[in-house]
């Protein structure tokens, strides 16, 4: 136990300290003030920028022959000669110009270099991705691929987060999806001395093509 000297010195050092504390002030609240930044130059341009900051890419397309040719552009670039999509409606539309697409070969689901899928919205002001159990992908098409490419329309687009899940409910009044969830650019983990890696837990990428018309 410390001594009568040490208590005096710690009861001497507490008080100068509780003296010499500041006054509490209530902090303001400026009810007119924005919580969020504004979205700018525009929402399409937002989510672009936000998406490509944290390691994102986003192709901006006018139709859509304009998106599946740079769909198709980009696969060549990568060295990826197919894709894998669970949900026939895409496939169908991949397919179409001539990009080769495994939609049923369970064995070479686990070898897939690129997987393709929809979404339920974006958002403009973090550049997320919201996905759902629901969509004809499914969860582990959000997951798995090393590359994951999400076709989405610009209707999809909203500004902030809570717009979206307001929107989710909306469209599943009363049965909503087991599974809601936001991706924010590729996954990612600095865990292992504080050194960024992407991959670490799902897709090392993460492509959003985005019709605008």
């Known amino acids: 136990m410390p001594n009568s000297s040490s208590k005096k010195l710690i009861i001497s050092k ?3 300290a509780s003296q010499g504390r500041t006054v509490f002030i209530e902090p303001s609240q400026d009810q007119n003030s924005d919580i969020y930044k504004a979205i700018l130059p525009d929402a399409v341009n937002c989510f672009k920028f ?18 599946l040719q740079q769909l198709h552009q980009y696969l060549i ?3 990826i000669s197919s894709v894998y999509c669970l949900d026939k409606s895409i496939s169908e539309f991949l397919k179409s110009a001539a990009i080769f697409v495994d939609d049923e070969s369970a064995a070479t689901f686990s070898n897939m270099k690129a997987g393709v899928t ?3 919205f974006l958002i403009a002001r973090t550049g997320s ?3 759902s159990s629901h969509l004809a992908s499914g969860r582990k ?4 691929p090393p590359v994951h490419i999400v076709l989405a329309h610009v209707s999809q687009l909203v500004n902030y987060v809570e717009d979206a899940y ?6 599943y009044v009363g049965i909503l999806p087991s599974l809601i969830s936001t991706i924010t650019g590729p996954s990612r983990t600095a865990d ?3 050194t960024l890696v992407l991959g670490a837990h799902g897709p090392k990428e993460l492509i959003v093509f985005l019709q605008k018309n």
Do not use: W, Y
Not at 54 to 65: A, H, K, P
Not at 141 to 144: A, I, P, R, T
């Open 14 to 16: 507490l008080t100068a």
């Open 50 to 67: 936000e998406l490509e900051a944290v390691n994102g890419r986003c192709f901006l397309c006018d139709s859509d022959e304009d998106l």
């Open 77 to 79: 670039e990568h060295g």
């Open 118 to 120: 929809s979404c339920e």
């Open 129 to 131: 991705v919201v996905v």
């Open 141 to 144: 098409m959000n997951v798995f």
């Open 166 to 171: 307001i929107a989710i409910q909306q469209k």
């Open 192 to 194: 292992i001395e504080k």
